[in-house]
């Protein structure tokens, strides 16, 4: 470390500097919606970036948080659609990237430019049909049309990304568990699922985050009290002509929470998996 | 009895034609190895034996039995591969016994079957390892373990020592052969180096583009190769072919000499000049332009003075040219 020669530092030095602004710029809006949840609406207003002191320290957004609306079950909802989405999208982009890696059939290359179309438009383009066969299918207001919506949306990615991983899963090593007589599902979820267990926690992390904080089919598909989701919720504290702000930023703080939890389980199981290391 | 029967294999993928119509019958209890360079089709060959392919026509048969239609996991083979494609989750204990847990034995005889298996191939320390914790000649032998316990009629070797360095390499080798003496079993190995053709096999199949140029046993593939294919791919340093008034002088289109059937001879009737010399110790090898500029190696088996530009005699040893017609067959004195 010592023996750095002088440029070298200072090109890492740089390399820091580059990194901790762009930390302060992704955490600083955070941590000030944080700070401000626990102050009054006054001090809000009058020092927003002053952390809570004695004086203007309150919980009063939290109080009308946990009293007012029922934030435990938006919540539920909240997870139910996150991890159900999140589920069918790693299940079935897994296996759909697994085939069209795996197998030579017409129409292969066809198929996953197709699938990967998804990617560049928009599905909130087809809110309109969406919402027509949502309430022929009678699914409005269900947290079902949200995980089918929310599925149909993370599916190109996930399938795009894994097809790519799953492309680099030795040949052997499947053709090892044919001649032991292995399925052709037991190959999937034995042998391949977890050697590609790091571009599913990718995916996963890419998939989870939009679908937590998405307001724009929960207000079109699920606006029920029964089936809102937190980003949903929240929005009852935001009026026409009065907003209170120290019960949105609560709310909004505690929606961090569960996010962060998935995230760091997903993140550790990235970095084990790169560190399992290959077979060779 | 035929362990293995190939009747008039033919692949295609789209226009191309991989193989041309194979036919091979592999005896009992024989060592067979597949030769020959990438590209030739021999790791096709051996993915229709195994299932993995599905040969365009032609049949199968393993042990007497038509397998055209049976899935790699009944045809009775295992398989062992270049990369070793050990089950990264499982133990060594786990990868040896999958297979028989599918085919459900009974778990004695597979805690039996692994036994004699990790004794054989002193893997008895290592089976609760996992195959990270394993050094690479340790991983071929849980991967050859792996094929043992299985207790197929044929065993298949694809390239299985090109991933370790030269020394397990050699060591490996030796291993296989005395594995192959031990079991008794039908082995078909497949691999692009023709020093372990040349050391494992019974019998050789050499390939070159998608047929089978010649079958035969080691020394007769060097003694009396069937044509300049054979005679130029078994043999190091490669065997020389020489055109013009030598050829003619012998009455063959290309005339054929090894190097270590050509002799520094102060009366021989080869004369030419020394391009090059390699000096291993054990041999030399000389590059030598002949007069009319062609080249030749020579391979003494000792150490030499001659350098490089040195005029020197050749004459090759009696009995050792081979003739070859313009088709590149091997023409012999009738």
Same mark, same amino acid.
């Given at each position: ?107 292969? #290359?066809?198929? /996953? %430019?197709? !699938? *990967?179309?998804? @990617? ?5 383009? &087809?809110?309109?049909?969406? +919402? ?18 929310? #599925?149909?949306? /993370? %599916?190109? !990615? *996930?399938?795009? @990304? ?5 492309? &680099?899963?030795?040949?052997? +090593? ?40 998405? +307001? ?40 961090? +929470? ?23 | ?334």
């Amino acid at each position: 470390m010592s023996t750095r020669a002088p440029t070298q530092r200072v090109r890492l030095a740089l390399v820091h500097l580059a990194l901790i602004a762009y930390t302060l710029i992704a955490v600083l809006p955070v941590l000030v919606v944080v700070m401000n949840s626990f102050k009054t609406r006054r001090a809000i207003f009058n020092a927003p970036l002053e952390p809570p002191l004695p004086s203007t320290a309150s919980l009063a957004g939290y109080r009308t948080v946990i009293t007012q609306g029922d934030f435990l079950l938006y919540f539920q909802n909240s997870l139910v659609v996150t991890i159900g989405s999140l589920f069918f999208v790693l299940l079935f982009g897994a296996m759909a990237a697994f085939a069209l890696s795996e197998y030579r059939f017409r129409l292969n #290359t066809f198929l /996953g %430019l197709f !699938l *990967a179309l998804g @990617i560049m438009v928009p599905i909130r383009l &087809g809110t309109v049909a969406i +919402l027509q066969m949502m309430v022929s299918a009678g699914l409005v207001n269900t947290l079902t049309a949200l995980v089918l919506v929310y #599925t149909a949306q /993370g %599916l190109p !990615l *996930a399938v795009f @990304i894994l097809s790519e991983f799953m492309r &680099g899963v030795s040949d052997d +090593l499947k053709n090892a568990g044919r001649i032991d007589g292995l399925s052709e599902y037991r190959i999937f979820f034995v042998l391949v699922l977890p050697l590609v267990r790091p571009a599913l926690a990718t995916v996963a992390v890419f998939t989870m985050i939009p679908i937590w904080n998405d +307001l724009w089919f929960p207000l079109i598909l699920a606006p029920g009290d029964a089936t809102k989701t937190v980003t949903l919720g929240a929005q009852i504290f935001l009026g026409q002509f009065v907003t209170n702000w120290e019960a949105v930023l609560s709310a909004l703080s505690l929606a961090i +929470l569960p996010i962060l939890v998935l995230y760091l389980l997903f993140s550790r199981q990235l970095i084990r998996g790169i560190t399992a290391g290959a077979v060779k | 009895m035929h362990s293995l029967k190939l009747s008039r294999i033919v692949k295609t993928f789209g226009p191309v034609e991989v193989l041309k119509g194979v036919d091979l019958e592999v005896e009992t209890g024989e060592f067979v190895v597949f030769v020959g360079p990438s590209g030739c089709g021999k790791s096709t060959l051996m993915r229709i034996i195994v299932g993995l392919e599905t040969q365009t026509s032609g049949t199968v048969e393993i042990g007497g039995r038509n397998v055209d239609a049976t899935v790699p996991a009944k045809r009775g083979i295992a398989m062992v591969f270049q990369s070793y494609a050990l089950y990264p989750h499982l133990t060594v204990a786990g990868n040896m016994t999958l297979a028989l847990k599918e085919d459900g034995v009974p778990r004695p005889e597979r805690e039996a079957r692994v036994e004699k298996a990790a004794g054989l191939l002193q893997l008895s320390p290592l089976l609760k390892r996992r195959p990270a914790e394993l050094s690479g000649g340790q991983r071929q032998r849980v991967a050859i373990g792996r094929a043992i316990v299985r207790e197929p009629t044929l065993f298949l070797f694809d390239e299985p020592l090109s991933n370790l360095d030269a020394a397990l390499r050699v060591a490996t080798r030796l291993e296989i052969a005395k594995l192959h003496r031990t079991l008794n079993a039908t082995m078909i190995y497949v691999t692009h180096d023709q020093i372990e053709a040349m050391t494992l096999a019974d019998r050789i199949v050499v390939l070159n583009g998608g047929t089978v140029q010649q079958v035969g046993r080691p020394i007769d593939l060097y003694n009396r190769p069937d044509n300049l294919f054979v005679a130029g791919f078994i043999g190091s340093p490669k065997m020389n072919f020489l055109k013009g008034r030598f050829a003619d002088e012998a009455g063959a289109a290309t005339l054929g000499v090894r190097p270590e059937h050509l002799k520094v001879d102060p009366a021989g009737a080869w004369a030419g000049t020394v391009r090059h010399a390699e000096h291993l110790g054990s041999d030399t090898y000389l590059y030598v332009v002949l007069e009319d500029g062609q080249e030749v190696t020579v391979r003494i088996p000792e150490e030499t003075p001659i350098g490089v530009d040195d005029t020197i005699q050749l004459s090759p040893l009696p009995g050792r040219l081979h003739r070859f017609d313009a088709e590149g067959l091997a023409l012999r004195a009738a």
